[in-house]
């Protein structure tokens, strides 16, 4: 059960039409290293954290990245708003119009759909920590790339946000997995130390 607060959590504002933006930024969307995959990933991951330190780090990240979905898709929205059949296919955004008309549908920026085989996930939390500690700093690289393509303010200003989130959410799982290697043994996945102590009750969250 998700708390839901209905605002954006970074405001989007975006005043002038980019449709070649709005091409190149739904990468984040549906991308292999976009925010609906990062998301999906997470909450996925969870369930086979060893100990709910884990479990509560995936879930928090993983429903805030829900919320960049939501910043990403009103982004791009704002940035077709309006657009005429001729912009669209100026923009090579006809074909999309073709399938979907103007509704947002989750590819990378060439047009490939939206893949599980981003989940990644194998079921032992440090390949999967690993993995994720990857995939943050993959997106960072992608919202540079996406903020040299714009000189629009009203752009630059969420993607410098999200670019920084991917850094807070890469220091966290380096954090957990520098944790996991200490306390896994033998990759059992299994804890070394009780969940029993005084700072396992900080982590509870939801039993998952």
Same mark, same amino acid.
């Given at each position: =059960?998700?708390?839901?607060?209905?605002?954006?959590?970074?405001?989007?504002?975006?005043?002038?039409?980019?449709?070649?933006?709005?091409?190149?930024?739904?990468?984040?969307?549906?991308? &292999?290293?976009?925010?609906? *995959?990062?998301?999906?990933?997470?909450?996925?991951?969870?369930?086979? =954290?060893?100990?709910?330190?884990?479990?509560?780090?995936?879930?928090?990240?993983?429903?805030?990245?829900?919320?960049?979905?939501?910043?990403?898709?009103? =982004?791009?929205?704002?940035? =077709?708003?309006?657009?005429?059949?001729?912009?669209?296919?100026?923009? *090579?955004?006809?074909? #999309?119009?073709?399938? #979907?008309?103007?509704?947002?549908?989750?590819?990378?920026?060439?047009?490939?759909?939206?893949?599980?085989?981003?989940?990644?996930?194998? *079921?032992? &939390?440090?390949?999967?920590?690993?993995?994720? !500690?990857?995939a943050e700093q993959k997106a960072r690289a992608i919202y540079e790339n996406l903020i040299d393509l714009t000189n629009d303010?009203?752009?630059? *200003?969420?993607?410098?946000?999200?670019?920084?989130?991917?850094?807070?959410?890469?220091?966290?799982?380096?954090?957990?997995?520098?944790?996991?290697?200490k306390m896994l043994s033998g990759g059992s996945n299994k804890i070394m130390k009780?969940?029993?102590?005084?700072?396992?009750?900080?982590? !509870?969250?939801?039993?998952?």
């Amino acid at each position: =059960m998700f708390s839901y607060n209905k605002k954006l959590q970074y405001p989007v504002n975006i005043k002038k039409k980019d449709l070649r933006m709005a091409k190149y930024l739904v990468t984040q969307y549906g991308g &292999p290293n976009g925010e609906l *995959g990062a998301a999906l990933r997470y909450l996925n991951q969870r369930y086979t =954290m060893p100990d709910n330190k884990g479990k509560a780090l995936l879930t928090d990240i993983g429903t805030e990245e829900l919320a960049h979905i939501e910043i990403i898709s009103t =982004m791009i929205y704002q940035l =077709m708003k309006d657009a005429t059949m001729e912009e669209l296919r100026e923009a *090579g955004l006809d074909s #999309h119009y073709a399938e #979907h008309s103007r509704a947002l549908y989750p590819t990378d920026a060439n047009g490939i759909p939206f893949n599980v085989s981003y989940f990644a996930t194998t *079921g032992d &939390p440090l390949a999967d920590i690993a993995e994720d !500690m990857a995939a943050e700093q993959k997106a960072r690289a992608i919202y540079e790339n996406l903020i040299d393509l714009t000189n629009d303010p009203d752009v630059i *200003g969420p993607l410098l946000w999200l670019r920084q989130r991917e850094i807070v959410h890469f220091n966290w799982f380096k954090e957990l997995f520098e944790y996991y290697q200490k306390m896994l043994s033998g990759g059992s996945n299994k804890i070394m130390k009780s969940e029993n102590d005084s700072n396992a009750l900080k982590y !509870m969250m939801y039993d998952v």
